[in-house]
């Protein structure tokens, strides 16, 4: 039976998490590896991949984007989860990476609910 197909339990909520404001190389390994390496989490990996294009589409529309290293950077990050070889920079991570990270671990817990639900 599909998630979707599932009947809904009156007053069930996902909870996920606030905004990370640092950036810890372990905490990147240890995410790293569960998407990579995690089937349920290929999903994530292939969206991560998929950022360096839509920031080039959504540029398209707000010009202003176009100023930024926007799409350099999300495929720098896109390589860092291929290679988990990070730059001596990344102790610093602008919001545009550091947030699909933060998404991404938000979600990590996702498919053991989806499996207990």
């Not at 197909?5 to 790293?32: C, M």
């Not at 589409?57 to 010009?63: A, E, H, I, N, Q």
């Not at 984007?65 to 290679?83: F, M, N, P, Y």
């Not at 498919?111 to 639900?117: R, V």
Request: some cysteine.
């Amino acid at each position: 039976m599909a998630f979707d197909e599932r009947p809904s339990r009156a007053g069930e909520v996902l909870l996920f998490g606030p905004q990370a404001l640092s950036f810890e190389e372990s905490t990147f390994e240890n995410l790293r590896f569960a998407i990579v390496d995690e089937p349920d989490n290929q999903w994530m990996h292939r969206a991560v991949s998929e950022l360096p294009s839509w920031f080039e589409r959504f540029g398209v529309k707000l010009p202003q984007l176009a100023v930024t290293e926007g799409r350099k950077s999300l495929e720098d990050l896109q390589r860092w989860l291929e290679t988990g070889a990070l730059p001596p920079t990344a102790k610093r991570l602008p919001n545009l990476l550091l947030t699909p990270l933060v998404v991404c671990s938000h979600f990590l817990p996702l498919p053991l609910a989806i499996h207990a639900y």
